[in-house]
């Protein structure tokens, strides 16, 4: 039961654009959100999170929205760069300290 | 401050055998989660440790266990292997502050490989 779903598995975007990633959530419980990036043999690494009391948070190019009506969030990166080119992934948690993670998108970058 | 740790890195192993994979975890942190991911299925939780005891289990069969070590350090191991246990194994380190969590810090994983 896959309770974080990421549905592009793939995304391609000219350098200087803006990426948005999106994730779909099920779980009304979940309280807290958060995008990790992965390169090829790393592991991921954390890039931004989102607590449910915020539906906006920014950490220089990254922007994280959340609609908790439609249980749905959003990455967007501007302006897109090469270096951002990897997968990334969406996780969420709620008590206990589970995070559920989504199946990931890989973003191509185009120079 | 050392990041997440994982050994071995890489591994081959042939069906029926078992293997083991050890995570040291950042300094400080107590909360010892381990994921496996596959392609197409993304990081599918296995287990989480607090010091030395199990809080939370995903759903994978018996075959997979885990343990904590009174300095946080975490093994797991996988008996009985398949070949659907391909897999990249990674564990990551949380810390708690006041009891609100945080983010998940993950080591480089362990690629295991079964023939």
């Known amino acids: 039961d896959q309770q974080v779903k990421q549905n592009s598995p793939s995304l391609s975007v000219q350098e200087g654009r803006i990426s948005i990633l999106n994730c779909d959530y099920t779980n009304s419980m979940f309280d807290y959100f958060l995008w990790y990036k992965k390169y090829p043999a790393e592991g991921p690494t954390f890039l931004i999170s989102i607590s449910s009391i915020k539906d906006k948070n920014e950490d220089g190019r990254f922007t994280v929205f959340l609609n908790k009506s439609a249980k749905h969030l959003s990455l967007h990166i501007v302006p897109s760069q090469p270096g951002d080119s990897a997968v990334y992934f969406c996780?969420?948690?709620?008590?206990?300290?589970?995070?559920?993670f989504g199946t990931g998108t890989s973003l191509t970058v185009i120079p | 401050k050392a990041g997440v740790t994982q050994t071995p890195r890489y591994l081959i192993k042939t069906r029926g055998q078992q293997v083991t994979l050890s995570c040291s975890p950042i300094s400080g942190h107590r909360s010892v989660s381990w994921y496996q991911q596959t392609p197409g299925q993304g990081l599918q939780f296995l287990f989480e440790?607090?010091?030395?005891?199990?809080?939370n289990k995903g759903n994978f069969p018996g075959r997979f266990s885990g343990r904590q070590f009174s300095n946080s350090r975490s093994e797991m191991n996988v008996s009985t292997l398949e070949l659907g246990d391909s897999a990249l194994y990674l564990c990551?380190?949380?810390?708690?502050?006041?009891?609100?969590?945080?983010?998940?810090?993950f080591g480089e994983g362990s690629r295991l490989t079964v023939l």
């Open positions: 440790y607090f010091s030395e005891t199990q809080r």
């Open positions: 990551a380190s949380l810390t708690l502050l006041a009891g609100v969590t945080g983010e998940l810090f």
């Open positions: 996780a969420a948690s709620g008590t206990g300290n589970q995070f559920y």
